[in-house]
């Protein structure tokens, strides 16, 4: 995500205006301004056209040189449903490019396609990323277009002769639509077609012989569609073709040999079908990418395949190839996957010795021997290497500690032995790895726990000796540590507090006492410690682990004494040892079915991280002074405490306060309406100061009274997740709040930051429902959100959020302000549909961005990727809902998946397009406590 997207563009357009329209002379002819003000007038906000200025100067209008002609419109991303204006555009008859992409049509009126198709130099149309519905129109006149993109849109029915009339047509992009029935071939003039992309599509039967008479094709995309039958065995004719996609379909035979005339085809990717055959030597000679990945290809990998100097990545992943791996490699060559087929034969020291820029490396799953080839070090990009599930043999080359861009080594079940060497521990940027089922032994390298960036860690099943390093406390960021099945001895160190999936200690030989600092494991759910010769009763604190739902003890037969209560959702495993369970007959702790679903809403504050990176306070720091250099003379006219907390009154000190506001250093945070600066107070307590921001001229002269008193009204809330005002400076023209400050910073930059559990997730959906439910809840006024916004929620802890930004729906009125309605109300991607047209901010409103926030939660997702909007994505992909949520948290277990689809349905509601069809925030909250 870009960090500059929230420049309130306001300001940028008053700058537009001031500064650039005077230049702008209006040679326009009248019949051209005329139709562009009625055009103008037909549009609703946001379009930003406004009449006093010459049409030449308003956003995405282009005129030709002279200004005396238009040439171009876009009208991108306003959220357009209605299309009636789409045949005024036709009578632009200069007109060249049309781009109307990414808004909310649904229809393309008849109209539209008749007059546009009179305009004799109409080259563009662009209709991607709308809703588009029903069969795709037919286009008569047209003569000139050479690009029609209506990809992302749900058009549907089978392409017959719709598109034979665009003789001129060099680009068409269907993409991501619902087309069925085969391949249109009748797309024009065949000699002028370049690119073809029909790619996420539901074509099926043959590719068809009449495609390879368009021999100007350059970009054929057929890719997810579910196309059968063999590639052409002349698809060579296509001399031109550059990249040819054919992945995701059902296609089968041999991978014709004719591909290799293709001397500009430079990227062929054709995985995930059901290709037979060998790979053709040969196949490489001409290609930068080659993709088979997922067929059944067989037969030994030519030997030359990796050798042509500008191959930069091959995957032949998941085949059924044998033979040794090329020995000759590519030194631009930057991924290589040959994972999951019959490879015997060494790993060729000799191959890395020139290939610098190999980043992803996979022979992971094959019949590899020998040892894992020292000269690999030279391999100074390496980012993964996965070489596991093979008969390697050996020790660990040392020299491998010098890959030090490597975030994932996967080593595990070859036949590795001698001791971890310590030159593991330079792997600064390690986030996995593993080494388990090999016969690795010495004791595990204090060295180990330097790897500040861990996620996984597994050593399982070796023969590791000696104790666990006390250190391991450092792995700040370990989310499983697997360390069963050795010989480690002495007493149980204390854990890293963040470990969630499992800890897993058992069968070795740990001896003492199970530590009462595991208490503190919030987020851990398997706690397994069976077979050690643990001693001593089970802390009591371990009843504190609420996310726990299983605690494996069995076989350590010294442990003693009674059982805790434990929570009634985790299983307690306790067979061969001394243990006594007293709980009573009708609550059995052992081996009960673990079904119920668990966890109420644990709010309980844990350790705190802060987590802002220094290079995004960097970069709120130059858009503030790109953005907001000339409001900055602050004149202070008041200032007061509204807090009756005495501790706060005695500690916030104003003189202070606005010293800290004065250095940018001081900036913490951004949301969309405001800055937080830090501000240390004479006691040395921290507190946060806000800065509305003022290119909205919040403070008309004459309102500052007014302003005092809308926040003591805030400032009364009493609920634990909204964030309350304690005192306000107020100067010429913004205003300064403070409130307690917030260590960890908004939830934004939390959830897009680093890993949140689930347990975090689903209690801080619960905490903002309850903010909202009460904000919302004051039934003759209830207070909106203008800007509801995983940024503008603050985390108390990782389990507790606070609603921030409360206030600003009622300091700046949206319909007086300076920017345009939809500029004003909120951020993108939590905007609902209907503020386009009904310029009111609602409950139902409010609700729809909650949906949204619901949705970051559960796809770890920002609300916006590459202009396309989470909710648009979701919703396209609400077939499939495993794949929409989070990987890294519905992993975690099948009770946290089920939570997870049962949140996703509540998330979809809330993001209705019908505001009726929303429920309150109470009913939300309802219905989220009822999914825990
Ligand atoms: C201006 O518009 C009128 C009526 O719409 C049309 O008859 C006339 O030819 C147009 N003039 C030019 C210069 O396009
Ligand atoms: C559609 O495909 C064309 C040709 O490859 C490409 O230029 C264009 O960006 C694509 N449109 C979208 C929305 O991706
Ligand atoms: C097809 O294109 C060629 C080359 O540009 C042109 O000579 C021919 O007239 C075109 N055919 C049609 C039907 O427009
Ligand atoms: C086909 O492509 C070639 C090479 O780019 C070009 O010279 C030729 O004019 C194209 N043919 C048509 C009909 O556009
Ligand atoms: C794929 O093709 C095979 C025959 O090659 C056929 O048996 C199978 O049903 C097809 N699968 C789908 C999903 O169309
Ligand atoms: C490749 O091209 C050569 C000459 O251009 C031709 O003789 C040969 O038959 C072609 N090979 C295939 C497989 O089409």
């Keep these: ?94 007109l060249e490019h049309f781009d109307v992409s990414n808004n909310r049509l649904s229809s393309v009126p008849d109209g539209f396609i008749t007059e546009c198709g009179k305009i004799k130099g109409l080259k563009k149309l662009n209709f991607s990323g709308n809703m588009l519905g029903g069969d795709l129109p037919s286009f008569h006149g047209f003569d000139a277009l050479e690009s029609l993109d209506m990809s992302f849109n749900n058009l549907e029915g089978s392409i017959g002769i719709q598109l034979d009339g665009l003789v001129s047509l060099k680009s068409l992009n269907l993409t991501s639509n619902n087309f069925g029935g085969s391949i249109p071939t009748k797309l024009g003039n065949s000699t002028v077609l370049e690119h073809l992309v029909l790619s996420v599509n539901q074509f099926g039967g043959k590719i068809p012989d009449e495609l390879l008479s368009y021999e100007n094709l350059t970009e054929v995309d057929f890719r997810a569609n579910l196309l059968s039958g063999s590639i052409p065995s002349n698809i060579g004719k296509l001399s031109n073709l550059e990249s040819l996609v054919l992945s995701s379909n059902n296609l089968t035979g041999e991978i014709p040999a004719s591909l290799f005339n293709l001397t500009k085809l430079s990227r062929f990717e054709a995985n995930q079908n059901n290709f037979i055959g060998p790979v053709p030597p040969g196949i490489t000679n001409h290609l930068t990418s080659l993709d088979l990945s997922f067929n059944n290809l067989s037969g030994p990998i030519p030997e030359d395949l990796l050798s042509p100097s500008q191959l930069q990545a091959v995957d032949l992943s998941n085949n059924m190839l044998n033979g040794s791996v090329p020995t000759n490699f590519s030194p631009n060559l930057f991924r290589l996957r040959f994972g999951s087929n019959h490879l015997s034969g060494n790993i060729p020291p000799g191959a890395f010795a020139a290939v610098p820029n190999l980043t992803y490396l996979e022979l992971d799953n094959n019949d590899l021997t020998g040892t894992i080839p020292a000269e690999l070090e030279s391999c100074r990009k390496l980012a993964l290497l996965n070489l596991a599930q093979n008969h390697l043999t050996g020790v660990l080359p040392p020299l491998l500690g010098n890959l030090t861009n490597l975030q994932v080594l996967k080593l595990q079940m070859n036949k590795l032995n001698g001791a971890i060497p310590i030159e593991i521990g330079q792997l600064h940027k390690l986030s996995i790895l593993n080494l388990s089922w090999n016969s690795l032994g010495g004791s595990i390298p204090s060295e180990i726990t330097n790897l500040s960036s861990l996620n996984f860690l597994n050593l399982q099943s070796n023969n590791l000796s000696g104790s666990i390093p006390t250190s391991i406390e450092n792995l700040k960021f370990l989310i499983e540590l697997q360390l069963g099945e050795n010989q480690l001895s002495g007493v149980i160190p204390s854990m890293p507090w963040n470990l969630q999936a499992s800890l897993n200690l058992s069968s070795n030989h740990l001896s003492g006492n199970i530590p009462s600092s595991f208490g503190t494991l919030g987020s851990l759910e398997v706690l397994d410690l069976s077979n050690n010769k643990l001693s001593g009763p089970i802390p009591k604190e371990l009843t504190g682990m609420s996310s726990l739902t299983q605690l494996l003890l069995a076989n350590n037969a010294l442990l003693s004494g009674e059982i805790p209560k434990f929570s009634q959702h985790v299983e307690v495993v306790y067979s061969g040892t001394g243990l006594i369970n007293n709980t009573s007959p009708d609550n059995p702790i052992a081996n009960r079915p673990n079904t119920v679903s668990k966890k109420g809403i644990s709010v309980h504050v844990t350790i705190l991280i802060a987590i802002v990176a220094a290079s995004f306070v960097f970069g709120i720091v130059i858009q503030l002074v790109v953005s907001r250099k000339n409001c900055w003379q602050p004149q202070f006219i008041q200032s007061n405490l509204l807090t009756p907390n005495a501790i706060h009154k005695s500690r916030i000190h104003f003189g202070k306060a606005m010293e800290a506001v004065a250095d940018t250093s001081n900036v913490t945070l951004k949301t969309r309406f405001s800055t937080y600066y830090t501000a240390i107070m004479p006691s040395g307590s921290i507190y946060f100061i806000k800065k509305l921001d003022c290119s909205n001229k919040i403070l008309p002269l004459g309102s500052h009274d007014k302003f005092g008193k809308e926040l003591e009204v805030f400032a009364k809330l009493n609920n634990s997740n909204v964030m309350t005002p304690l005192a306000y400076v107020l100067s010429i023209d913004t205003a300064y709040i403070l409130y307690e400050y917030i260590s960890n910073g908004s939830l934004y930059d939390v959830l897009h930051g680093s890993m949140l559990d689930w347990g975090s997730r689903y209690s801080i959906a619960v905490g903002v429902a309850q903010g909202l439910s009460f904000l ?117 277990s099948q009770e946290v998946r089920s939570q997870m689809l049962a949140i996703l349905k509540i998330a979809l509601v809330c993001v209705s397009t019908s505001p009726k069809a929303r429920p309150n925030m109470n009913t939300v909250l309802q219905m989220l406590l009822n999914v825990g």
Excluded at 57 to 69: E, L
Excluded at 838 to 859: K, R
Aim: hydrophobic letters at 40%; one cysteine or more.
């Design 776 to 892: 919302h809840g004051f039934a003759s006024s209830p207070i909106l959100l203008l800007d509801l916004s995983s940024k503008s929620i603050m985390l108390k802890s990782l389990k507790e959020p606070q609603v921030g930004d409360v206030e600003l729906y009622h300091v700046i009125n949206p319909l007086k302000s300076t920017g345009n309605f939809s500029e004003v109300v909120g951020s993108v991607g939590y905007i609902p549909p209907e503020y386009a047209y009904t310029m009111t901010v609602t409950i139902a409103g409010n609700v729809y961005s909650f949906g949204v926030i619901l949705l970051e939660l559960l796809t770890g997702e920002p609300p916006v990727t590459d202009g396309k909007e989470l909710v648009k994505w979701v919703l396209d992909h609400s077939t499939n809902p495993q794949y929409i949520l989070d990987f890294n948290v519905s992993r975690s």
């Design 1 to 94: 995500m870009g960090r500059f997207e929230y420049i309130p563009t306001s300001f940028l357009s008053i700058l537009f205006i001031f500064c650039f329209c005077p230049m702008v002379l209006s040679l326009l002819s009248q019949n051209q301004t005329k139709t562009m003000i009625n055009l103008s007038k037909n549009l609703p906000p946001p379009v930003p056209w406004n009449a006093s200025y010459p049409p030449c100067s308003w956003m995405g209008v282009d005129c030709d040189p002279t200004n005396s002609s238009i040439v171009g419109i876009s009208l991108i991303r306003y959220s357009l449903s209605a299309s009636d204006f789409l045949p005024l555009v036709c009578k632009i008859q200069t």
